[in-house]
């Protein structure tokens, strides 16, 4: 089974410009996830969606954090204009829906705002 | 607001012995709890998952879920130095089984 991708792994960019972070999840995990990880922090939920609804974004900076699920798989976030404390890891998680189950991980962009 | 709270550590332990990870939500009604791994420079691993009190084994891998103190834990028995990592806890939220938040997680140390 293939794992989440996400790219790209790493992007250094300078304040007030825009990126953008793309993710595939597991074929078949409805449920897609973005945290963002600030160094020595555990993972913060941004946005959750279900196949291409949004569940829960109560925690996306709205006036500058953008996501969207196209057709229900593949995932963007797009930060415009970034700040210096926007410099995290940013992970993207897919779950298959049931009581219990756990995330699966991509390996994350690591975003570094200068 | 509802939160997950771990001791940061670092945790050292030597070679060989147990390791004891503890984690406690503030959440009375999760029901689901998971403690993630995750290296330097990586992203988390779930390596266990717990619903029922008790304990709950996995190799070397003890998850133990105590509900009416709002307690969990990780027990990891002949510590290798591999298994020096961060220890994320991440409990379910309220009766939404599809949302887990994460605590900042234990830095655990094997010391050869």
């Known amino acids: 089974e293939a794992g989440v991708a996400q790219s790209p792994r790493y992007k250094i960019i300078e304040k007030r410009q825009s990126v953008a972070f793309w993710c595939n999840p597991i074929?078949?995990?409805?449920?897609l996830y973005w945290y963002q990880q600030i160094l020595g922090q555990g993972p913060k939920l941004l946005i959750q969606?279900?196949?291409?609804?949004?569940?829960?974004d109560s925690q996306l900076p709205k006036d500058r954090f953008s996501a969207e699920r196209l057709k229900g798989v593949d995932s963007t976030l797009k930060i415009q204009p970034a700040k210096l404390e926007d410099s995290a890891v940013y992970l993207c998680a897919s779950r298959l829906q049931g009581p219990g189950q756990g995330y699966t991980f991509g390996s994350g962009t690591r975003l570094t705002v200068v | 607001q509802k939160e997950v709270e771990q001791n940061s550590g670092p945790l050292s332990v030597p070679e060989g012995a147990i390791a004891s990870l503890n984690c406690t939500y503030s959440?009375?009604?999760?029901?689901?709890f998971f403690w993630y791994r995750q290296y330097s420079g990586k992203s988390p691993e779930l390596i266990m998952s717990i619903y029922s009190n008790g304990d709950k084994e996995d190799g070397r891998f003890t998850a133990q879920l105590n509900k009416a103190s709002q307690y969990v834990s990780l027990l990891i028995r002949d510590s290798q130095p591999s298994d020096s990592a961060t220890y994320l806890c991440?409990?379910?939220?309220?009766?939404?089984?599809?949302?887990?938040?994460f605590g900042k997680g234990t830095r655990l140390h094997i010391l050869p």
């Open positions: 991440a409990v379910n939220l309220g009766e939404r089984d599809d949302k887990i938040i």
């Open positions: 969606f279900q196949n291409n609804g949004v569940v829960d």
């Open positions: 074929s078949g995990h409805a449920t």
């Open positions: 959440d009375r009604v999760s029901q689901s």
